[in-house]
């Protein structure tokens, strides 16, 4: 059994001001999702570093606050009820990817109408850089000791630990880290290397959809489920999954759909599109 680094939440104090781990990665992933899309620009003759950088700062609202909104919505609608300045308190954690997610597609809009381009021509472009902020994101999860994964009937499972936030202390799968590997690093590494050649537009983004719900689908085996929402389906199916199931269709007929299609935003085939 590994034991919980129990990390305070509290990376550091500024006098009254008090930043939180779960910011600084945060801040991480928008630096990482800026230096990326920097790299993947030079590659490309049609943009450049001030787009980029206005890329990542409607994709950066779009995150917080269709992530804040999402969760409140998805999640916690009664807390919010009770007390609806509680939505502000981001620093308190309490994101959600879907709604994240629905927030960075509507920025998005806003950005092509700025810069004249095909909605999914920049979501193909930017699509490659969002798994690393995820990642990021899980280890803030993983610090402040939330999102833990389901309780292992083994007390001395390999990969088990007993969080500090969990009433019952119970030896649990650290399903935060599942989903930093998954949804983060190796969904990372498959987008990198798919877009590093031309493809057809759509197919990156298709494959970032099929990706991330095949992955969130299956770490949500091994993640608690909301106490408030447990298991909403089948007696077996979450939340996340029920979320996350339509992004695999969806992914799946937008792939089938850019190779039939095959129009080309960069490359030798851009020509002939």
Known sequence: MLTYPNIDPV??????????????MYLLAFLG???LANYRAKQRGNWNAEMVSDLVFYGAMGVVIGGRLGYVFFYEFS????????????W??????????????????????KYKKTWF?????????????????????????ELYGRAVSDPNFALGMIFPT?????VRHPSQ??????????????????????????AVSAVFLIGY?????????????????????FGWVTKGQLLSFPMILIGIWMIYYAYQKKIFDWGPQQQKS
């Open 92 to 113: 308190t954690g309490g994101m959600s990817f879907h709604g994240g997610f629905l927030g960075v597609m509507c920025a998005m809009l806003f950005w092509c109408h």
């Open 166 to 170: 969990d009433p019952l202390q119970l």
């Open 79 to 90: 807390k919010f009820l009770s007390d609806p300045l509680w939505l502000f308190q981001v």
């Open 213 to 233: 719900g095949i992955a969130r689908f299956v770490v949500e085996f091994f993640r608690e489920p909301d106490v408030d929402q447990g298991f909403i389906l």
């Open 33 to 35: 999702a800026w230096g």
């Open 177 to 202: 880290l599942y989903q930093a590997f998954g949804e983060g690093l190796l969904l990372f590494i498959v987008l990198w290397w798919f877009s590093s050649k031309p493809r057809p537009r759509m």
């Open 11 to 24: 990376a550091l104090s500024l006098g009254p001001v008090n930043v939180h781990w779960y910011g600084i």
């Open 121 to 145: 021509e920049t979501l193909d472009f930017i699509a490659p850089c969002v798994p690393t902020g995820l990642m990021f994101g899980r280890f803030g999860n993983f610090i402040g000791g």
